[in-house]
């Protein structure tokens, strides 16, 4: 059984800040990569993010130099930085995760987080 608990949603201005943060929890060996996805009514989940332990990174064209994406391994963490947000970020953010459990990997997922930027 894991869980994933996502914190750091809300409303903000174009050109503002917002730090979302995700912890997993639960039966836990290890978790070899975790991610960020987002999406919008009517399109398709997109990946923003994506971080393995050793610290690969990669990222969507559209948030490249905007977002960061980082990781808390001893908190089974992960959290996404987000600058320079603009109206087309708004989304409904969802932390993901392949987590290796008892004899198996299980990909996991939050509960999402609403993040709205507008004026």
């Known amino acids: 059984q894991v869980q994933l608990v996502e914190s750091g949603g809300g409303l903000v201005q174009p050109g503002g800040s917002l730090r979302l943060s995700c912890a997993a929890s639960g039966s836990i060996f290890s978790i070899p990569a975790m991610r960020w996805y987002r999406q919008v009514p009517g399109k398709e989940r997109e990946l923003v993010a994506a971080a393995t332990r050793r610290g690969s990174t990669n990222y969507a064209d559209s948030v490249k130099g905007r977002f960061t994406i980082s990781r808390d391994n001893a908190k089974n963490s992960v959290y996404l930085q987000m600058n320079s947000l603009k109206p087309e970020d708004t989304a409904v953010y969802y932390c993901?995760?392949?987590?290796?459990?008892?004899?198996?990997?299980?990909?996991?997922w939050g509960q999402g987080t609403q993040v709205t930027v507008s004026s």
């Open positions: 993901n995760a392949d987590v290796v459990v008892f004899r198996d990997v299980v990909e996991s």
